[in-house]
């Protein structure tokens, strides 16, 4: 199997090749969320499907694809839409977009996501600061050889979600009179919603809410020797707490609060 690094080389050099320059940060953007591309200023578009060693999208609410430009006065390289583990990828394959964001220079990135909320204090529409993480997806991006020259062989993961950063977005949405919600996010491999057992002992065990993303992401990141912010919609009560879940109802919602998550998003990189 050809080096990370080989493969890493192929697709920077892709992505030079149609414009894109230094990234300051990278984003991802999670279901419903992936207009925040929209607002980047002098913007390259390149579908998933066009970039080497890329997987595609294939869930609704993920357009698929990855958007340079300015935003907020940084250099930013978004993903409208990302990968998941229950599409079928390898863990390494969902998180290869991270490793070619740390490959082009960026130092952060801001992971989005829709998650449902364990909380009972959360509502859907809350916007969640994510301060930590449980990796419950069963399955760790690093597993496997590790090359040194990416990261070291066994992370700290005592700071992924960078504490400085987090103050930030609490001063931001202050100042903005936005609530925002912090807690813990719980990483499920999906591709079903968990059951109500399931939830009562994600609360049990910290979580306050739950998604079908982001925590192999940040891995790697932390792997990177990246910064990492990471904001949850929460979409949706969890499974027990509310009638019944579907994905429809967790892009809607996702519609419902965009405005709101963009200003924050916006506003914050600003202050990073
Ligand atoms: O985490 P993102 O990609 O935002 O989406 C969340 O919403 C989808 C389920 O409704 C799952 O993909 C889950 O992970
Ligand atoms: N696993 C999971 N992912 C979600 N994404 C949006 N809502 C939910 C949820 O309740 N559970």
Do not use: W
Not at 78 to 94: I, L
């Amino acid at each position: 199997m050809a080096k990370l690094s080989e493969l890493l080389k192929e697709t920077t050099t892709f992505l030079k090749e149609k414009g894109i320059g230094e990234v300051d940060f990278g984003l991802i953007l999670g279901s419903g969320l992936g207009e925040l591309a929209d607002e980047v200023e002098d913007a390259i578009a390149i579908p998933f499907s066009e970039v080497p060693h890329f997987a595609v999208s294939t869930v609704v609410g993920h357009a698929g694809k990855l958007v340079y430009g300015t935003l907020s006065g940084k250099k930013v390289l978004a993903m409208q839409g990302r990968f998941h583990y229950y599409e079928g990828h390898s863990m390494q394959k969902v998180t290869y977009p991270v490793r070619v964001m740390s490959a082009l220079g960026a130092h952060s990135i801001i992971v989005t996501n829709a998650a449902g909320g364990v909380n009972e204090n959360f509502i859907p529409g809350n916007l969640m600061l994510i301060t930590d993480h449980i990796n419950f997806t069963g399955d760790n991006p690093l597993i496997g050889e590790n090359e040194d020259e990416m990261g070291p062989r066994f992370p700290d993961m005592s700071h992924a979600y960078t504490p400085e950063y987090c103050e930030v977005t609490k001063k931001v949405a202050n100042a903005q009179n936005m609530s925002l919600q912090e807690g813990v996010y719980m990483g499920y491999s999906g591709p079903t919603y968990e059951t109500p057992a399931e939830i009562r002992m994600s609360r049990v065990m910290g979580a306050d809410a739950v998604g079908m993303s982001t925590v192999s992401e940040v891995i790697v990141a932390a792997h990177s020797g990246m910064k990492v912010l990471g904001i949850s919609c929460i979409t949706n009560l969890a499974a027990g707490m509310q009638s019944s879940l579907n994905h429809a109802e967790v892009v809607e919602t996702t519609e419902r609060v965009k405005a709101q998550f963009k200003e924050l998003v916006k506003a914050t990189l600003a202050e990073l």
